[in-house]
């Protein structure tokens, strides 16, 4: 089997990847302690929603996890991967991992659609077939007449489904969300969530999300809280 079928099949039979958090630490110009010796384990297919106050290091865990940044000390083991061992770790963000930016990072000056193509290019995904999965992907986030405009003509809400697509467009393993209703009013709040759910239902995928939005932790496997870099509870 070949093309779109394989790629179908290949999906339908992914399963979530396994995460494990060892006592990992980060420090920003040697002393803001954003990270102190956390540990933490998701299985497969988990849905785990991390919270607590603003500045708890909640993206700042997510960050080291996708290898977007570097921890000081500690391991961070994602299957078989070894994340903060990697030199190049484009590959694994490129394969396993999907991400939704707190400040949703899209490229001002490319379409809503080209934006959500852009990671299927560094995987070498044809042309069409990228098209293909971005106008889908919009069209689940409700965007399918917004495809060709670019994000300063969009709301904030807009341009971050716009982000949630563009996360779930190379199908990924484990799913990383920065407060993906952060900016959303409930009613596109609650389209995020309910791709979100597709997506994982259809993939099986692990999901973390970092978020105050309390819905996150009540639809969530596990609700992790943070304080001052720690993990108090979960
Ligand atoms: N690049 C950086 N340089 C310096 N300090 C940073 C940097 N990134 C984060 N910090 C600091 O590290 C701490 C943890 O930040 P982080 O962004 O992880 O918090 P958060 O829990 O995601 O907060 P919020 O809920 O506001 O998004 C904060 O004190 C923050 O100011
Ligand atoms: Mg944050």
């Not at 700042?60 to 061992?85: F, H, K």
């Not at 299927?120 to 409700?142: H, K, N, Q, S, T």
């Not at 995020?192 to 692990?206: E, Y």
Request: charged share 25%.
């Amino acid at each position: 089997m070949t093309g779109p079928d394989a790629m179908q099949k290949m999906i339908g039979n992914a399963t979530g990847a396994a995460i494990e958090v060892d006592r990992v630490s980060k420090t920003f110009g040697g002393r803001i302690r954003a990270l102190r010796e956390v540990s933490l384990r998701v299985a497969p297919g988990e849905v785990v929603a991390i919270t607590g106050p603003s500045g708890c290091g909640k993206s700042t865990l997510l960050n080291v996890i996708a290898a977007i940044d570097r921890p000081d000390s500690g391991r961070i083991v994602v299957d078989d991967v070894c994340v903060t061992d990697l030199e190049h770790p484009a590959a694994y963000r490129r394969d396993t991992v999907g991400f939704v930016f707190q400040l949703h990072n899209l490229l001002p000056m490319l379409t809503a659609r080209a934006n959500v193509e852009l990671p299927l290019i560094a995987a070498g995904v044809p042309r069409a077939e990228r098209r293909r999965r971005a106008v889908d992907l919009l069209a689940e986030v409700g965007l399918r007449e917004r495809a060709e405009e670019r994000p300063a003509t969009l709301s904030g809400g807009e341009r971050q489904r716009v982000a949630v697509a563009r996360a779930l467009v190379n199908d990924p393993r484990l799913l990383l969300a920065d407060e993906p209703t952060g900016s959303l009013d409930s009613e596109s709040g609650r389209l995020v969530l309910a791709v979100l759910d597709r997506a994982r239902a259809q993939r099986g995928m692990t999901l973390v999300t970092a978020s105050h939005d309390p819905v996150l932790g009540d639809r969530a496997d596990r609700v992790v809280r943070m304080v001052d870099g720690t993990i108090t509870a979960g």
